[in-house]
Every structure is written in C-alpha cells, then in structure tokens.
C-alpha cells in the first residue's frame, strides 16, 4: 500500500513563507502526477497545484505568481514552496499522488498539514 507523509505546515504572519514537503513510499511502478489541495473550514477541497511526470505544472489562479511546485521523481517526493502568505491561504494542506501500483492507476492522499497565516 502507498503511503504519503507530508512535513512543513507550521504558523505564519502574513507575507511569510513555507515549503511543504510529501514522500511517496510503497510499492509503486511509476508516478504519473502528485500535487497540493488544500480545504478551509467549512469549504470544499480545492487544486492548489500540481505536477506530471513530464514536469508540466498547473496552478490555481489565487496562487500563480506565489507558490512554486517541484518534484524529485528519484525519491517519489513533491514540494510545495509558497511565499508572500495571504491569511486566505490559511487550511490544511493535503498531498495526492496518482500513482501505478500492481499494474492499476490509483489516487493516493496523505492526511494533511496545517498552515495557518496570522495578520
């Protein structure tokens, strides 16, 4: 079975910045695409950004020009930088993975990291 493990939600005043961080572990054949969500309290789980394996990406527009996505597709890992932090930005933060295991393509998810961004 996959496991993702995000690391790098933590507190921030407004204009900060912070990298998250997710390694995909398991037994996995290829990696197609893994990418950032994030969910506010009381809202829907959105895109935040995303990367294929031939290293395109694509950004939601609340966050071009602020976070950058990147991948190391030796160690199954994604970050997430994002600078000059909005208290909008504020949620927890959720890795995905579309990965091939045992010959099938499936959708993984880690279980979150919290950023919260302060006035």
């Known amino acids: 079975q996959v496991q993702l493990v995000e690391s790098g939600g933590g507190l921030v005043q407004a204009g900060g910045s912070l990298r998250l961080s997710c390694a995909a572990s398991?037994?996995?054949?290829?990696?197609?695409?893994m990418g950032w969500y994030r969910q506010a309290p009381g809202k829907q789980r959105e895109l935040v950004a995303r990367?294929?394996?031939?290293?395109?990406?694509n950004y939601a527009d609340s966050v071009k020009g602020r976070f950058t996505i990147s991948g190391d597709n030796a160690k199954n890992t994604v970050y997430l930088q994002m600078n000059n932090l909005k208290p909008d930005d504020t949620a927890v933060y959720y890795c995905?993975?579309?990965?091939?295991?045992?010959?099938?393509?499936?959708?993984?998810w880690g279980q979150g990291t919290q950023v919260t961004v302060s006035s």
């Open positions: 990367i294929v394996s031939d290293g395109s990406t």
């Open positions: 995905n993975a579309h990965i091939v295991v045992l010959s099938t393509p499936s959708d993984y």
């Open positions: 398991g037994s996995i054949f290829s990696t197609n695409a």
